[in-house]
């Protein structure tokens, strides 16, 4: 079973904004980083936004200044503002497989099949 289930995706329109939040489905991530990548089927991922345990955020500099990474009673958050027509993508949670830095695992999200991962929630921002 896919331990970590996400939601909040849907329609936007250009400039709008969206928060995905993730939740632990019986599993329980101590001491590890969590984040949120995206990834179009057929393409490679882009690791967006990573918290650790010390709650020390990482931001890609693809996004940053538009979207942020929180965290607050075992849900995890991405808060996604001033949304834009390549935003369009489907959104996944993700959790480390070990104890790593926010910025550690920032980059190995953009590695394929790294850490766990849920079943994505798709982002749809239209003109």
């Known amino acids: 079973a896919i331990p970590l289930v996400e939601s909040g995706g849907g329609t936007v329109q250009a400039g709008g904004s969206l928060k995905l939040s993730c939740v632990s489905s019986?599993?329980?991530?101590?001491?590890?980083?969590m984040g949120w990548f995206r990834q179009a089927d057929g393409k490679g991922r882009e690791g967006l936004a990573a918290?650790?345990?010390?709650?020390s955020t990482s931001v890609a500099d693809s996004v940053k200044g538009r979207f942020a990474i929180s965290r607050e009673n075992n849900i995890l958050y991405l808060q996604m503002n001033n949304l834009k027509l390549e935003d369009s993508n489907m959104y996944y949670c993700?959790?480390?497989?070990?104890?790593?830095?926010?910025?550690?695992?920032?980059?190995?999200?953009?590695?394929?099949?790294?850490?766990?991962w849920g079943q994505g929630t798709q982002v749809i921002v239209s003109s």
């Open positions: 993700a959790a480390s497989p070990f104890r790593q830095t926010a910025i550690q695992f920032l980059e190995d999200m953009n590695l394929p099949d790294f850490g766990h």
């Open positions: 019986g599993y329980t991530y101590n001491g590890v980083a």
């Open positions: 918290i650790d345990f010390y709650g």
